[in-house]
């Protein structure tokens, strides 16, 4: 396993966050990875469906980092349809819970597609085959209420909300900022910028982990929305 990225100055004093996997080795090693990264952090865990729902209700932690193939309880069997089921329960009851997928069944999250377009939070998938780095960086993203689920799209054929296309005319065709969007849509700041992440994620534009610009995403996100056609 790779080393872990620096350790971030800003990481809240009380950051919470559960894992959730129903083998010893891989929990094991997800959580040495998390505690190089947030060392301050109180890391929880969970092996079965029954257990994580358990916590989260007692500890509502500020990140999920769970696997798909889980037991409903202890002694059943693992399967990736009770991680799915899971997943949906979560983001039904928690709309502002950050997640991220650590799994080798990862293409399964295009049954619940909607929810995860629909859900207010950080949403991103880490396959069990990327490097710690990469893991990391998508555990951070999460954290930051970024959505990245470029790994378990269908084909190249782009998914975009009206309400999302909107967002994009008021901000490159009248320039409008955040505030101004969300007064002339008449909703609030925090749904503009959940558009935002979306829209991102289905244009592929993501954060430069060594070029913390938001300014820069932006621009990226007008030239793709561009070459998609979806603003002229």
Not at 32 to 42: F, R, S, V
Request: hydrophobic fraction near 40%.
């Amino acid at each position: 396993m790779l080393s872990a990225m620096s350790q971030n100055p800003s990481e809240p004093a009380k950051l919470r966050l559960l894992v959730v996997d129903d083998h010893e080795i891989v929990l094991g090693g997800t959580i040495d990875l998390l505690k190089q990264q947030y060392p301050h952090a109180e890391i929880l865990t969970a092996q079965t469906v029954a257990s994580t729902l358990s916590q989260v209700k007692l500890q509502m932690p500020d990140l999920i980092v769970l696997d798909l193939s889980l037991p409903e309880a202890s002694g059943s069997a693992a399967q990736a349809e009770s991680g799915v089921q899971l997943l949906k329960t979560l983001m039904q009851n928690y709309p502002t819970l950050n997640l991220t997928v650590q799994s080798t069944h990862v293409r399964a999250l295009v049954r619940i597609r909607p929810e995860i377009d629909r859900h207010k939070a950080g949403f991103t998938v880490a396959d069990k085959s990327l490097s710690s780095r990469e893991m990391l960086t998508r555990v951070d993203w999460a954290l930051k209420g970024i959505t990245h689920t470029k790994d378990i799209r269908r084909g190249r054929t782009l998914e975009v909300k009206p309400d999302w296309i909107t967002v994009l005319k008021l901000a490159f065709h009248e320039g409008l900022q955040d505030r101004s969007i969300a007064k002339r849509m008449q909703v609030s700041e925090r749904t503009v910028r959940h558009y935002w992440t979306k829209i991102q994620d289905v244009l592929e534009v993501y954060p430069d982990e060594d070029k913390q610009d938001g300014k820069n995403i932006r621009i990226q996100t007008e030239i793709r929305a561009r070459e998609e056609g979806l603003i002229d």
